[in-house]
């Protein structure tokens, strides 16, 4: 029999691919893109996808291993996938396991683990002379009869127990071997029906009586059989499930109460199993609902979409907000399923699709999926089990992970709010964001990219104009005569001043809000949480120290007690005295939504408050509950941090109160303006979607004048853009570099700043003045690693493989192997 090696994809940090021997059983097993069982690193068993056969070894001077399990019987990956895992690890510098692993749901990634037994043969004097802990794993096994080491550990609670354990196999006590841990289970449903023939009233009587005088009983078989629609002559008798028949008993009987209903043979429960995204309740998938009909402001912009994917295949929706782009989306979505092709629809993060999945499954039913990070590991591999059995058209709302799923037919990428910071993976590899991802998807596909927001990022916005790589359509005014909302700007040290502020509200503030709740409206207070972490103010003039050298707020660092420029690495004494007004008045601040929210509460004592942000919304369905309680005006007030400024659709908000500006401002960045422009404009997007009357945003700021306001205040885009991009230009950053940052580690602060400044001189030879640093970072030591950052600007013109080429080759000469073990990792593009 002829020889057939396999080209496998592992998911671990390491470059390139590995090949395997297939044994000749498994000749017929083995295809492209299904998972298989490879050893993998000493005794370790991996789950790894085949990318190529072949029947040659390609370099035969070393050992292949030989594949040990074939797990599926179709590809599961297919090959667009992995030509684009391939292009994001060239691309953000990581390697393709890295991508491999972030791709697939760990449940399709089973890998081994040492698991261990007790020998037959021990000898049990040498078991009687065991000592204290050692007679402990060794009881804990015998107990078990087989148990991981991880599980060992936990039971007996330590957390390295693996030399221990290697004695006691090295004495014939305990044997060791790995075996594959199966995370993934398929969801399993109880169902209930009555055990009653259809129609059988005798019966019906007789059950109740059985069921004798237990009053749970008798209620959960009454729901059963209004459920169940027993008395229901026209159709057959349904079973129910669990949940349904728990659902809404009012604690009136429990599950209990069921089985004891079967034990006495008045119903059945079966169970079965199901995948979460089967087949469609409505069994069509029908489009329930018409589409919403356009405006003429609308239909022109779909017009403009259309035309403009004839010739782009990226194209940006500009459109103001509440201007209608997510009813554009819809209709260029049923433009693709119609077509029978698939599209995606990327959102930035979860907090955005509670509202949005609404009104898509509204019109698209059950042809909506969606997939995003708070789903659980089993529910995500359905989905992608799901796209791949049934290749159908659908919709796929997701995070960005959903960049990843196995698409066969993509026609249409949406990138909703294509500025969010979010769309970026900052940890762990690969460091990607997903709507350039998305752009490299579509084209995989040939399908077509839209990239929507109000507020486009520069570089997006100078891709559409300047840089004519991308189309670009405007929608300039609100749907149905809305006007966009009014901005106040409050003077917050002026209000001082003259005791016009309680704590973080003006009096103004105050008073607004407290007449519109007056008139039945609803308030949202915003509150950037970057405002917890320190950094130094004047108390008298709230002068904020900036770089002499950049244009960017300093950042207090606690360690050295010092204010550094996060950009150039420029370091200052934090001054005694205020430059600015000569006070001893610097001080180092912070404020939290949590605060807010109790300060909220004493202002506004009658009012039903509710907060959100992340640790409001921990919990699973925490967000959809608040944003329902809130939209059922079940609440009066909101208050949250970024996530209240994202795409929500509230109709009787009448103000939104942004309570310090200028945290947003001053973040340390040189995205910084960018960023603040596009959450002030997203915040105020939230106020007035009526059109009786218009809303109010009252933005709170030290910094009255800040250019950044003042175009806020005038809903003013492209005066933003232009004056942005002008600085961007002056200080070379993107769009007009590209930026690469370097991050070193090591658990000992010398060695990681002389790794750095090696690693910088080094660049600095070949790349010059594009090298800037090494620095430390705001946060210089994470997980007890001390961290170095280099910043690396390169012209957007220039050969990136050049740049990288180099940035590989110094990574190699600086971590030869007998230099200290640094860890490296590239962030390339960040936001
Ligand atoms: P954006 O996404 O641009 O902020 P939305 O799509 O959320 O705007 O639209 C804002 C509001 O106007 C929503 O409540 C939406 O239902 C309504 N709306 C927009 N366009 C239409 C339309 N053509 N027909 C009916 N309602 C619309
Ligand atoms: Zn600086």
Redesign the pocket.
Known sequence: MSELYATVIVPRPVDGTFTYRVPPELHTAVGVGRRVVVPFGGKRYVTGVIEALSPVKGADDFQVKDISEVLDAQAVVLHPQMKMWHWLADYYMCAVGDVFKAALPSGLLPESESVVTCTDDADPDLIAALGERDAAIYDAVRAKGKISVKELAKMIGVSSIEARVSRLVDAGLLAMHEAMTGKYRRVRVHKVIPAIAEGDRVALTAAFAAAGRSRGQQEALTRLIALSGFNNATVPTRSVARADLLEGSGGAFTWEHVTALKRKGLVKIETVEVSRFSAPEDGSGAFSQPL????PA?SEALRGIHQSFMNRAVTLLR?V???????LYIHLIDHVLQQGRQALMLVPEIALTTQLTRRLQRVFGSKVKIYHSRFSDSERVDIWRDMVSHPGPCVVIGARSAVFLPFTNLGLVIVDEEHEPSYKQYDPAPRYNGRDAAIVLASLHGAKTLLGSATPSIETYYKATDGDKYGLVELTER??NVTMPSIEIVDIAAERARRGMDGAFANCTVAQGRQLLKDGRQLIFFHNRRGFAPRARCRMCQFVPKCDHCDVALTYHKRTDTLECHYCGASYPVPRVCPNCKEPAIEIVGYGTERLEEEVDALFPEARILRMDLDTTRNKDAYADIIDTFSARKADILVGTQMVTKGL?FSDVGMVGVLNADNIINYPDFRSHERAFNMLEQVS?RAG?RADTPGRVLIQTYTPQHPVLQYVRAHDYKGFYDSELEQRRQYFYPPFARVINIYIKHRDRDTAQRAADDYAARLRTVLGRRVNGPIEPPVGRVASLYIRQIMLKVETEASMKQVKDILRSIYTEITHPAAPRVAIHFDVDPV
């Open positions: 919403p009909a356009l405006s609308q459109g907000t509440s201007s209608g782009k997510t009813e749907y149905g659709d997007g979607r």
